[in-house]
């Protein structure tokens, strides 16, 4: 969990509480995902509580590292988004 190796986002676990929707379709060119969402609540380092979602459309995946990619960002972004808000 790349952002862990943050100190000043590895605070954010279990703060971040959320739900992923993954829709990945097979084209011709290989695997696209064509919806990946997050969404949830944070309680911030600051004790705000956030809704929140992010959404990721239409990354064509060439391999498996690429879709855990996405997840990761998402993850860093919620991460952020607790140590700044």
Do not use: C
Request: glycine share 10%; net charge negative; no cysteine.
């Amino acid at each position: 969990k790349d952002f862990q190796s943050n100190h000043s986002l590895a605070g954010a676990i279990g703060q971040v509480h959320a739900k992923t929707g993954t829709f990945v379709q097979a084209s011709s060119a290989g695997l696209v995902l064509e919806g990946q969402a997050l969404g949830g609540y944070i309680e911030t380092r600051s004790g705000n509580q956030l809704v929140f979602h992010v959404v990721v459309n239409s990354v064509h995946v060439t391999e498996l590292s690429d879709l855990l990619q996405v997840f990761q960002d998402q993850g860093k972004i919620a991460a952020i988004l607790w140590r700044d808000y």
